[in-house]
């Protein structure tokens, strides 16, 4: 007779010869259930046929067996991105053997692997901004007829533009709270279809906005969209943060993010973690996978706050670290989410309006008196300022080095201002409204209302950074945002009659719309 032997609830049966671990079981999961429920130890005395019918289980009918595909765990997730990403990495280095002319048909194995071996460091130093592409020097002298040309256009002003990874599409939002998703090719553009049934916004997450936000809840402010190009987000007077399908445009979810106007967006490079910037001074960080999930009554109450800044915030920027760089008129504050520490930097005189990333440890601010300056973790005032980077009366732009003894860091001012220029019109126009850089290179670019866009070549060590003018770029009208596609090959404004967060100057003659200036590389 059989013996039969006690079982303990989730652990494995022992026998007199040998333990029956679960790890090391092999038979399928109907059959071993049927044996826990018989309770009788069977000797494992596989034979051939045995392995055959056990290996056999995955054929779906042949049996008549059930099978259940497990879901994709996180490591298997992982794995799979790797992969996907060193495929893609092979077919880089596939691509520069065929461009080498010196590369040997019969490359071997080995040279193939150092191949791969030197774009992922390559990629990795440009990443964290040890190594930036040479760009800025390739860029050549634009002819006459080389100029910006309205790409798409827009009934008022352009508040934001974001390109997609690739840099084949476009996405841009005006004051009106028109959103378009374009070609960069062609200029053809689909217009964002608001939800007319406020029903239906209310069940993606939307709250009643109050007060003043009432009347303009579809004045958009900020755009951004996600690394992977599935998720576009935007946000302005209505206090919510929308998120949108960038492949299909429509609304999946509306997050009452602000008490106030949500006024910047910046997506973390290769994640779907967004943080928000607004006028009631708060930094917030959402997930944007853990927001779609939740519904009005399982909704997130954790607290996505960061830090407070001291008024409201203009701007905002990430890359693919944990640290998030933003500013209001009086300070700039770089935030690293992970240590909970902050770098803060004050401007000696002016207020400051825009700011972006050059690389995790340097960045460009502008301000409202037309100065661009350049900073650096290590200090808290600026290693360089370029005053008058954008007067309006640009007749004799003349480099004037002033006297770098009156001054803690290096001051350089950018032609004079004549006194027409003192109006409040000249210098609603020289206010600096938009920087913005070519993302792991060394060019950059700063818009303002004064006529033109100009372009900045970085250069120096990683040790000393500095930045010097390169040229100007004819364009009328404010230039509220700007950006640059990761070739450096052509950049896209965003302009407007009226400044972005604003209407206290106007330009008559000025163009609302999407404008693309092409860059001739050597």
Same mark, same amino acid.
């Given at each position: 007779?059989?013996?039969?032997?006690?079982?303990?609830?989730?652990?494995?049966?022992?026998?007199?010869?040998?333990?029956?671990?679960?790890?090391?079981?092999?038979?399928?999961?109907?059959?071993?259930?049927?044996?826990?429920?018989?309770?009788?130890?069977?000797?494992?005395?596989?034979?051939?046929?045995?392995?055959?019918?056990?290996?056999?289980?995955?054929?779906?009918?042949?049996?008549?067996?059930?099978?259940?595909?497990?879901?994709?765990?996180?490591?298997?997730?992982?794995?799979?991105?790797?992969?996907?990403?060193?495929?893609?990495?092979?077919?880089?280095?596939?691509?520069?053997?065929?461009?080498?002319?010196?590369?040997?048909?019969?490359?071997?194995?080995?040279?193939?692997?150092?191949?791969?071996?030197?774009?992922?460091?390559?990629?990795?130093?440009?990443?964290?901004?040890?190594?930036?592409?040479?760009?800025?020097?390739?860029?050549?002298?634009?002819?006459?007829?080389?100029?910006?040309?309205?790409?798409?256009?827009?009934?008022?002003?352009?508040?934001?533009?974001?390109?997609?990874?690739?840099?084949?599409?476009?996405?841009?939002?005006?004051?009106?709270?028109?959103?378009?998703?374009?070609?960069?090719?062609?200029?053809?553009?689909?217009?964002?279809?608001?939800?007319?049934?406020?029903?239906?916004?209310?069940?993606?997450?939307?709250?009643?906005?109050?007060?003043?936000?009432?009347?303009?809840?579809?004045?958009?402010?900020?755009?951004?969209?996600?690394?992977?190009?599935?998720?576009?987000?935007?946000?302005?007077?209505?206090?919510?943060?929308?998120?949108?399908?960038?492949?299909?445009?429509?609304?999946?979810?509306?997050?009452?993010?602000?008490?106030?106007?949500?006024?910047?967006?910046?997506?973390?490079?290769?994640?779907?973690?967004?943080?928000?910037?607004?006028?009631?001074?708060?930094?917030?960080?959402?997930?944007?996978?853990?927001?779609?999930?939740?519904?009005?009554?399982?909704?997130?109450?954790?607290?996505?706050?960061?830090?407070?800044?001291?008024?409201?915030?203009?701007?905002?920027?990430?890359?693919?670290?944990?640290?998030?760089?933003?500013?209001?008129?009086?300070?700039?504050?770089?935030?690293?989410?992970?240590?909970?520490?902050?770098?803060?930097?004050?401007?000696?005189?002016?207020?400051?309006?825009?700011?972006?990333?050059? /690389?995790? *440890?340097?960045?460009? #601010? @502008?301000?409202? &008196? %037309?100065?661009?300056? $350049? !900073?650096? +973790?290590?200090?808290? =005032?600026?290693?360089?300022?370029?005053?008058?980077?954008?007067?309006?009366?640009?007749?004799?732009?003349?480099?004037?080095?002033?006297?770098?003894?009156?001054?803690?860091?290096?001051?350089?001012?950018?032609?004079?201002?004549?006194?027409?220029?003192?109006?409040?019109?000249?210098?609603?126009?020289?206010?600096?409204?938009?920087?913005?850089?070519?993302? /792991?290179? *060394?060019?950059?670019? #700063? @818009?303002?209302? &004064? %006529?033109?866009?100009? $372009? !900045?070549? +970085?250069?120096?060590? =990683?040790?000393?950074?500095?930045?010097?003018?390169?040229?100007?770029?004819?364009?009328?009208?404010?230039?509220?945002?700007?950006?640059?596609?990761?070739?450096?090959?052509?950049?896209?404004?965003?302009?407007?009659?009226?400044?972005?967060?604003?209407?206290?100057?106007?330009?008559?003659?000025?163009?609302?719309?999407?404008?693309?200036?092409?860059?001739?590389?050597?």
């Amino acid at each position: 007779m059989k013996k039969k032997v006690f079982t303990p609830k989730g652990g494995a049966r022992k026998s007199k010869r040998f333990s029956r671990d679960r790890f090391f079981i092999t038979e399928s999961k109907k059959r071993r259930r049927k044996i826990e429920n018989d309770g009788d130890v069977i000797d494992s005395g596989d034979s051939e046929e045995d392995y055959e019918l056990l290996g056999s289980h995955s054929d779906k009918g042949q049996y008549g067996l059930e099978v259940e595909e497990e879901a994709e765990t996180a490591g298997e997730k992982m794995r799979r991105l790797a992969m996907a990403y060193l495929e893609n990495i092979w077919r880089i280095a596939a691509k520069e053997k065929e461009n080498d002319e010196d590369g040997s048909e019969t490359e071997g194995e080995i040279k193939i692997n150092s191949r791969v071996s030197r774009i992922l460091q390559r990629q990795q130093l440009e990443r964290t901004g040890r190594v930036r592409r040479a760009i800025a020097s390739r860029v050549q002298m634009p002819e006459t007829t080389d100029k910006f040309q309205i790409l798409v256009n827009h009934r008022e002003s352009v508040t934001a533009v974001a390109l997609s990874e690739d840099d084949s599409k476009g996405f841009s939002a005006s004051k009106d709270g028109t959103i378009l998703h374009w070609d960069v090719d062609s200029g053809k553009g689909e217009k964002y279809q608001w939800p007319r049934d406020q029903g239906v916004m209310v069940n993606h997450g939307a709250k009643d906005p109050k007060g003043s936000a009432l009347r303009h809840s579809r004045h958009v402010l900020a755009l951004a969209v996600s690394s992977d190009g599935r998720y576009l987000a935007s946000g302005g007077l209505d206090r919510h943060i929308h998120l949108w399908d960038a492949r299909t445009r429509q609304h999946i979810k509306a997050i009452s993010a602000h008490s106030g106007p949500v006024s910047c967006l910046a997506f973390r490079q290769g994640t779907s973690e967004i943080f928000s910037g607004s006028f009631d001074r708060k930094i917030k960080m959402w997930n944007i996978e853990n927001e779609l999930l939740s519904t009005a009554e399982n909704e997130d109450r954790g607290n996505h706050e960061l830090f407070r800044h001291s008024s409201k915030v203009s701007t905002i920027d990430c890359l693919r670290g944990e640290r998030v760089l933003s500013v209001c008129p009086h300070r700039m504050l770089l935030h690293k989410a992970k240590m909970q520490t902050q770098f803060l930097a004050r401007p000696a005189s002016s207020a400051l309006e825009c700011c972006c990333f050059i /690389s995790e *440890d340097e960045f460009l #601010s @502008g301000s409202d &008196n %037309g100065s661009v300056a $350049l !900073w650096s +973790i290590l200090r808290e =005032e600026p290693v360089q300022i370029f005053k008058n980077a954008h007067t309006l009366w640009a007749a004799n732009q003349n480099l004037e080095q002033k006297d770098t003894e009156k001054f803690p860091y290096s001051c350089i001012e950018i032609g004079e201002q004549s006194s027409e220029s003192s109006s409040f019109q000249s210098a609603c126009s020289s206010w600096v409204n938009s920087v913005t850089v070519c993302r /792991s290179s *060394d060019l950059a670019a #700063s @818009g303002a209302g &004064n %006529g033109f866009v100009r $372009l !900045w070549a +970085i250069n120096g060590s =990683e040790t000393r950074v500095m930045i010097q003018p390169l040229l100007e770029l004819p364009l009328v009208g404010f230039v509220n945002s700007l950006a640059f596609a990761k070739s450096g090959q052509f950049l896209v404004a965003g302009v407007g009659q009226e400044p972005r967060l604003g209407r206290w100057g106007r330009i008559q003659s000025a163009q609302n719309g999407i404008a693309l200036h092409s860059l001739k590389l050597s």
